[in-house]
């Protein structure tokens, strides 16, 4: 599939790694919004929030769990955000759900 995360997740396109395992990757966004900003993707090919279904939530459950590690480890004690844009409207340019995981700054809200 032509998919950039799925070549990322196969290490076809590189990246810079933050988390890796069986199921979930995270890496660093080419283009950062913020001090920290990290991608978290299911390995599997889902393409968007729309996507998730009873059979495959426990990948988002789990991409939460990396969430709040990483986010520990980075030391975003103060707070942090995590946004999954979704479709057209939502602003989603990339057709395989990720979560953006942004911290090391005070965040606006609401975002535009
Ligand atoms: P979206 O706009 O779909 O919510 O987010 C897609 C994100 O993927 C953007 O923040 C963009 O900078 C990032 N991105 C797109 N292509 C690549 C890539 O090849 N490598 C990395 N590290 N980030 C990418
Ligand atoms: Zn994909």
């Known amino acids: 599939m032509d998919c950039v995360f799925c070549k990322i997740a196969s290490g076809e396109i590189p990246s810079r790694k933050a988390y890796e395992d069986s199921k979930v990757l995270a890496f660093y966004d080419l283009d950062p919004q913020a001090p920290v900003h ?14 998730v279904t009873e059979e495959n939530s426990y990948l988002v ?4 769990q990396v ?20 479709g057209e ?7 395989h759900l990720h979560f953006h995981l942004l ?5 606006k809200w609401p975002p535009g």
């Open 38 to 51: 990290i991608l978290l993707i299911p390995k599997e090919h889902i393409s968007s929030c729309k996507e």
């Open 61 to 64: 459950a789990h991409i939460f």
């Open 67 to 86: 969430a709040a590690k990483l986010a520990a480890e980075l030391g975003l004690e103060n707070g942090f955000r995590i946004v999954a844009n979704t």
């Open 89 to 95: 409207d939502g602003g989603q340019t990339v057709p």
């Open 103 to 107: 911290g090391g700054r005070s965040m």
